[in-house]
C-alpha cells in the first residue's frame, strides 16, 4: 500500500491500528505500523520536557531507529558508548573488582548511543508529522469501548473506530484499566535525581557506574560542545530523605558532592541543567494484551533504571508487536487472538527476565546482608574472569538472544561506512 493510499479512510473511517500516547513508545509504535502499510492513528498530547533525562539505546534499537528512518538524527544528536564500567562502592567485606564491558569484545564499535529523552521525542515526532500515513491528534482519550470492537473516546465526545489499538498510554494506562488487565505493582524506597554536567576530563565513550548503597550512581556519556567539550548525564539513585537534603543543597555544594561520589575521575563537576527526580517503582501485568488491545513500553512493565533497559525493551514490545500483526487480517478474530497470544509469550519471557534481573540487582545492593553481598562480589569477580560468560552478558544487554523481531535484524553501518557513503 502506498503512504498516500494508506492515509485515505476506508467508508467505516475506521483506521486500521489507533495508538494511544505519544511518547517515545508511542511514537515509535505509530511509525513502525505505518511502514508496514497500515493507516495508523496516533492521539496523545505532545510529551513537556524531562528535565536531566537521556536515554541510552543499544545495538537492537537502533537497528529498529534506521528502519524507521530515525538513526542518522539520534546519531547526529547523541554520543557513542563504547564500554561500561561497573565499580562496587559498597565497601563490603570481599574486595570486587572493577568490571568493563567493551563494544570491542563482541566486535562492535559501539555498545549504543545516549541522546537526551526530549531530543528523541523530536526527532520520532517529526517523522511522525510528515507521513502521511499518520492521523495525529493532539489530544487524550478518555475512555474506551471494547464491546463490539475497540474505540477510544476523546474529551469533546469523538469517537474513533479502529481495527486495533496500541496502548502506550504510560504506567497509568487508562486503555489497560477499561480492558480489565490486572496488574502487580511494588515501590523501592529511592528517588532518581537527573541531570546533565559539563566535567573537566573526558569520558572517552565510557558509561561508568558506581554501585552504591542507595543504589547506582550512573554518568553516561553525552556530546561535547564548543563551550563544554565533556559532557554526562547523570542518574543517581537515593533515598527519599537524601533526595530532598540534595535538592535543597545550594548548587556548588551539590556538585561538590557529586565529584566526590566520582571519586574526582572526571574532575571539577558543574550542573548544566534543570534536575529531574522520579521516584522508583515496580510493574508487572497479568498479560500484554487483550481481544483488540496490546499494551507497549511502560504500560506493561516499570523498573529502576539499572543497565538502561527500559525504553530498550518498549522498542522490542513494538517491534515484537508489528511482526505478530504483520501478516494476519486484523478482521479475523481468530488470527488475531493467535497472534496476541504469541505476542503474550514472547513479552512474558523478555520483559520477566529483565525485571526480575533489575529487581535482584538493585535489592542486593540496597539491603546491607552478608550473603547477599559476598554473591553480588563472586558474580562480579566471575564475570571478569570468565571472557564467554562477560561476552554472552554484554551481548545479552545489546541484542538479546530472543528471536529478534523483523524489523531489529538487520545490521547497521557503522559511522565510518555510513560517512563513506555520505561523501
Ligand atoms: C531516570 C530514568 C532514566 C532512564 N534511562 C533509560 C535508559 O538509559 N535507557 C532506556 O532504555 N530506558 C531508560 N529509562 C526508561 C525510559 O525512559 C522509559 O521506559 C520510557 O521513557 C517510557 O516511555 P513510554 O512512551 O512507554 O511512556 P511515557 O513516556 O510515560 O509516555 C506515555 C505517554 O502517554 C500519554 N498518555 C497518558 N494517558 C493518556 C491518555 N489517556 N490519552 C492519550 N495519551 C495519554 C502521556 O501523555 C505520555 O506522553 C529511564 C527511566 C528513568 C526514570
Given at each position: ?10 467508508a467505516?473511517n ?20 505505518a511502514?508496514?502499510?497500515?493507516r495508523?492513528t ?15 539505546l ?5 537497528r529498529?531507529?534506521?528502519?524507521l528512518?530515525?538513526?542518522d ?6 554520543c557513542r ?43 520520532l ?5 510528515a ?11 478518555v ?6 470492537g ?19 498510554d504510560?504506567?497509568?494506562?487508562r ?12 515501590t ?9 554536567l559539563r ?21 553516561v ?10 559532557r ?15 535538592l ?5 555544594e ?11 575521575e572526571?574532575g ?11 521516584r ?12 483488540r488491545?496490546?499494551?507497549v513500553?511502560?504500560?506493561c ?13 518498549s ?10 500483526l ?15 497470544a ?9 520483559i ?8 535482584i ?14 554473591f ?10 570468565l ?23 538487520q545490521?547497521?553501518?557503522t559511522?565510518?561506512?555510513?560517512h563513506?557513503?555520505?561523501?
Open positions: 500500500m502506498t503512504e498516500a493510499a494508506a492515509a485515505t479512510p476506508d467505516t475506521r483506521t486500521d491500528i489507533l495508538v494511544a500516547g505519544a511518547g517515545s513508545t508511542g511514537l515509535a509504535a505509530a511509525l513502525s505500523f511502514k508496514s502499510g497500515m495508523v496516533l492521539v496523545g498530547r505532545i510529551p513537556p520536557p524531562l528535565p536531566g533525562r537521556t536515554v541510552a543499544f545495538e537492537a534499537s537502533l529498529f531507529l534506521d528502519q528512518g530515525a538513526l538524527r539520534v546519531r547526529a544528536q547523541g558508548i563504547e564500554a561500561i564500567r561497573m565499580i562496587d562502592d559498597t565497601d563490603q567485606l570481599l574486595p570486587v573488582p572493577e568490571l568493563t564491558l567493551s563494544a570491542s569484545e563482541v566486535d562492535l564499535p559501539a555498545l549504543g548511543i545516549n541522546i537526551s529523552n526530549d531530543e528523541l521525542v523530536a526527532v515526532l517529526d517523522l511522525t508529522r507521513n502521511t500515513a499518520i492521523s495525529f491528534i493532539d489530544a487524550d482519550i475512555d474506551y469501548d471494547f464491546s463490539t475497540a474505540t477510544a473516546i476523546l474529551g469533546d465526545g469523538r469517537r474513533l473506530d479502529a481495527r486495533f489499538i496500541v496502548a502506550a504510560g504506567r497509568n494506562s486503555a489497560r484499566a477499561v480492558a480489565g488487565i490486572d496488574v502487580k505493582e511494588w523501592y524506597p529511592q528517588i532518581a535525581l537527573t541531570m546533565m566535567h573537566e576530563f573526558p569520558h572517552d565513550g565510557v558509561s561508568t557506574e558506581y554501585h552504591t548503597r542507595s543504589g547506582p550512581f550512573t554518568l556519556p553525552l556530546p561535547g560542545t564548543e563551550a563544554a567539550p565533556h554526562s548525564s547523570l542518574v543517581w539513585l537515593m533515598n527519599v530523605d537524601d533526595a530532598r537534603r540534595r535543597a543543597k545550594p548548587r556548588e551539590l556538585e561538590f558532592e557529586i565529584e566526590d561520589y566520582a571519586k574526582s572526571f571539577v563537576m558543574k550542573i548544566d541543567s534543570d534536575i529531574g527526580q522520579f522508583m517503582g515496580g510493574m508487572q501485568v497479568s498479560q500484554h494484551g487483550k481481544g488491545l496490546a499494551l513500553g511502560e504500560t512493565h516499570v523498573f529502576p533504571p539499572i543497565g538502561a533497559q527500559g525504553l530498550n525493551l522498542l522490542r514490545d513494538v517491534a515484537d508487536l508489528e511482526d505478530c504483520a501478516s494476519i487480517d486484523l478482521q479475523n478474530d481468530k488470527e488475531l487472538s493467535r497472534a496476541l504469541r505476542y503474550d509469550r514472547h513479552r512474558r519471557a523478555d520477566g527476565f529483565r525485571t526480575h534481573g533489575v529487581d540487582l538493585n535489592r542486593s545492593l540496597i539491603i546491607p546482608y552478608l550473603p547477599v553481598d559476598l553480588r562480589g563472586a558474580s562480579f569477580i566471575a564475570v571478569s574472569a571472557g564467554p560468560l562477560r561476552r554472552a552478558i554484554i551481548r545479552e544487554g545489546i541484542l538479546p538472544h530472543i528471536a529478534l523481531p523483523r524489523l531489529m535484524q545490521p547497521i553501518e559511522m565510518d561506512e555510513a563513506r557513503r555520505a561523501s
